[in-house]
């Protein structure tokens, strides 16, 4: 059975948009992470903060989208269990495009550096110096970085199912060319 609607433009545009900024995030965020000290590192984790920041702000109009536009239903064949693992998989990953840039913020608030969103705009720490805060809030940055992953390949794995085994239009109808007829 085919599902008998689509994602709107926008919502495909943001959807697109975002995973290609999320996947950036990670790979820049995992690269920068275990290199020496130097002007390039701070270079890159500037960078990083302002794709986390941008993220976020995209975040905020995805979610204002998605509750102005409800997104299509899932097929009727599809078991109740499978859409209710859909459905929780979503959000977790709201949750965790939430979480982890605000984790973020607040770790190089504790750690004292402030984030001055692309060297023009600063943007106010939510805490006060603390090396141990800031220690443990960079553990709890990378712990939700990894089940962020963990989500995202549960994600795209049951989309690629959808396409590939099920042969149903999950995947379709979220492509950017894709539309109903």
């Known amino acids: 059975m085919t599902t008998t609607a689509n994602y709107t433009s926008t919502a495909k545009a943001i959807h697109w948009l975002m995973a290609l900024l ?26 990083h903060k302002w794709a986390g920041v941008t993220a976020f702000l995209l975040l905020a109009v995805r ?13 009727d064949s599809m078991p109740k269990i499978m859409q209710f693992a859909a459905h929780a998989g979503h959000l977790a990953l709201y949750l965790l495009m939430i979480a982890i840039p605000l984790s973020g913020w607040l770790m ?3 750690k004292g550096f402030q984030t001055v969103y692309f060297g023009i705009l600063p943007i106010p720490d939510l805490l006060d110096k603390n090396k141990e ?3 443990l809030l960079a553990l709890v940055h990378k712990s939700l970085n990894l089940l962020f992953i963990a989500v995202l390949a549960g994600h795209i794995g049951a989309a690629l199912k959808h396409h590939f085994i099920d042969k149903d239009d ?8 894709h539309s109903n007829k």
């Open 22 to 47: 999320l996947i950036g995030l990670l790979a820049l965020g995992f690269y920068m992470h275990d290199l020496p000290l130097s002007p390039e590192k701070l270079k890159l984790y500037s960078w």
């Open 170 to 177: 999950i995947l379709k109808r979220m492509l950017p060319k």
């Open 63 to 75: 979610l204002l989208w998605r509750l102005t536009h409800r997104p299509p239903a899932l097929p």
């Open 108 to 110: 190089s608030s504790a």
């Open 133 to 135: 805060l800031g220690d």
